[in-house]
Each structure stands twice: as C-alpha cells, then as structure tokens.
C-alpha cells in the first residue's frame, strides 16, 4: 500500500514552458486536491476533485488546470510555467465525506527560471 | 469564513523541556481541527486530531492538544521535546456546511527548532 504517490520529486522549467504533475493514491479514495506551499504562507489548495469526474477550482486556480483522469489518478497541469509558480506541489486524498482526514503525498519541488 | 493563526512563525526550546505551539481559529460551524508535522524535505503526516469528541485529544509522539472552545484554541504541546521533534508543524481548521460542502484551511506554520 504505496499511499499517495506522486511524479516528479524535482523539476526545473523554463518560463513558458508546460509540464504535468502526476498524483496517484491506492487507497480507493473519493477526494483527492492539490496544494502548493510557499514559505511563510502554508499550504493553499488550487483545485480539488470530490468524486471521479469533478473538479473544483480553491483559493489559487489561476495558471493551473487539473485533470481527475479516474478514481486513483488526479493530474495538475501548467500550461505556460511563470517564476511565480516556483513552489512545492502536495497532492492529497481523502476517504468518505465523514472521514475528514487527508493523506499528503511527498511532494514535488518545481523550480520556474 | 474559517480563518487559523498559529501565533508564532518560530519557536526554540531545549531539548527535555516543554513545548507548546499556539493556535487560534474562527470557524461559522462546529470546526474539526488537526495538527500537521513536516520534516525538512518530506510530506505531511498528521499528528492528531479533534472531531468534537474529547476536548483533550492524544496524537502520536507524546503531542496532545487541547480544544477550548471559549477561547478558540487549539494548541499543541509536549512536555519534553526530542532532537527529532524539529520540524514545521501545521494547525488545520476543517469546516463542513452541509451539501457535503467540506473546507480546509491550513496556518501559516510554526517552525520549531530543538536546541542540544
């Protein structure tokens, strides 16, 4: 039982460039969300995906899409990388509506030059 | 709107001495409330939990907090910190407001730092 698992630990970008980050989780979960986490600012959730099929926009959307590609899979896509997205990625997810606890993946560390 | 304050960025004590990490909330509804640790260069794990059963919630590690809810605090504590208690530590405010309407808002963090 690998948990949340996600791909890659570490990518460096030039602006304007586009990449996927891939989050996965084993645990039959029905919510899964990303996050990003800046210093001093904690972590603020950019989408998430309540059930297989549905997508939500959170606090910070702008620049991102996502893709919940089926039950296990949810993707965050940038199109066109900005210095302003240099941050750590964190996909989660969640069991039943009433289990409020959300398992974190271990992150993916995204340098924007 | 739900909002969390973890009232210091930066906390040092001694290794064996207590520590206490300080965290307000304001929530709408009956909030449920968390504490994250992350070590340098890792993920989140969870460290305890309150979901409006006992005030005084036991997590792993020797953490315990203690809901008030007179006083909108949640803060963590130890009574003797270890070497590997140095990390980031998250305060989590969770809100669901029927409809399956289900927010999480994260504090700023409050790194502590254990001294030998």
């Known amino acids: 039982n690998a948990g949340v698992t996600q791909t890659p630990k570490f990518q460096v970008l030039k602006t304007g460039q586009s990449m996927t980050l891939q989050c996965a989780q084993d645990?039959?979960?029905?919510?899964m969300y990303w996050y990003r986490q800046d210093p001093g600012m904690g972590l603020r959730l950019i989408y998430y995906s309540a059930s297989e099929g549905t997508t939500d926009k959170g606090e910070v959307p702008n620049g991102y899409n996502v893709s919940r590609l089926n039950k296990r899979e949810f993707s965050l896509r940038l199109e066109s990388a900005a210095p302003s997205q240099t941050s750590v990625y964190f996909c989660a997810s969640r069991d039943r509506e009433w289990e409020e606890t959300q398992y974190f993946g271990p992150g993916t560390r995204l340098l924007v030059l | 709107a739900q909002s969390v304050t973890q009232l210091d960025s930066h906390v040092s004590v001694s290794e064996g001495t207590p520590v206490l990490l300080r965290c307000n909330y304001s929530?709408?509804?009956?909030?449920?409330l968390f504490w994250y640790v992350q070590h340098p260069n890792k993920g989140l794990q969870l460290l305890l939990k309150?979901?409006?059963?006992?005030?005084l919630v036991k997590g792993i590690n020797g953490f315990e907090a203690e809901f008030k809810k007179s006083e909108t605090s949640f803060h963590l504590t130890k009574p003797s910190a270890h070497m590997s208690d140095a990390a980031e530590y998250f305060c989590v405010v969770i809100e669901e407001s029927g409809g399956s309407n289900y927010k999480l808002t994260f504090g700023k963090g409050t790194l502590l730092t254990v001294n030998p």
């Open positions: 309150y979901t409006s059963a006992a005030t």
């Open positions: 929530s709408s509804y009956s909030p449920s």
């Open positions: 645990m039959n979960h029905n919510s």
